[in-house]
């Protein structure tokens, strides 16, 4: 598991993983989340002067370079995976993500891609997720579910 939580923030005016969000910060949200699942490691990438710090059984990534994009974030995220034949990538900014979706991924075997249009409307202003709520796709297939 690699979360990234590297971002500037801008639209925001920064600061946004530290919002509070349900009485806790925006990224522990997300990080507990992904604690719920048995994954082999879990990354935290974090940029420079973050106020970010670890929890137990995450690993700090820093990404000197994450001004320069999100791709940077996910390569070194990546790049420091010792343990691991799949990664399942997650934004910080998204606390709503449902712990069996993550389970079902976890799972998921190849390459799979999700959409959680139902964190976009709950979260509104934290989430860049723009979907309609009846287009939540089942893992990996693209077909909705019923």
Not at 38 to 65: C, K, M, T
Not at 121 to 142: H, K
């Amino acid at each position: 598991m690699v979360l990234l939580a590297a971002g500037q923030a801008k639209r925001f005016g920064g600061g946004k993983l530290m919002a509070e969000f349900h009485g806790r910060p925006l990224w522990e949200r997300a990080a507990e989340t992904a604690e719920a699942i048995d994954f082999s490691e879990r990354l935290l990438v974090i940029g420079p002067n973050s106020p970010i710090r670890a929890r137990p059984d995450w690993r700090l990534v820093d990404n000197p370079v994450a001004g320069q994009g999100i791709g940077t974030s996910i390569a070194a995220g990546v790049r420091s995976l010792t343990d691991c034949d799949r990664v399942i990538i997650m934004l910080a900014d998204m606390p709503l993500v449902w712990r069996t979706h993550l389970g079902r991924l976890f799972l998921k075997q190849g390459v799979a891609f999700t959409r959680f249009p139902m964190a976009a409307r709950a979260v509104g202003r934290f989430s860049r997720v723009r979907s309609s709520p009846s287009s939540i796709p089942s893992m990996g297939t693209g077909e909705s579910e019923a």
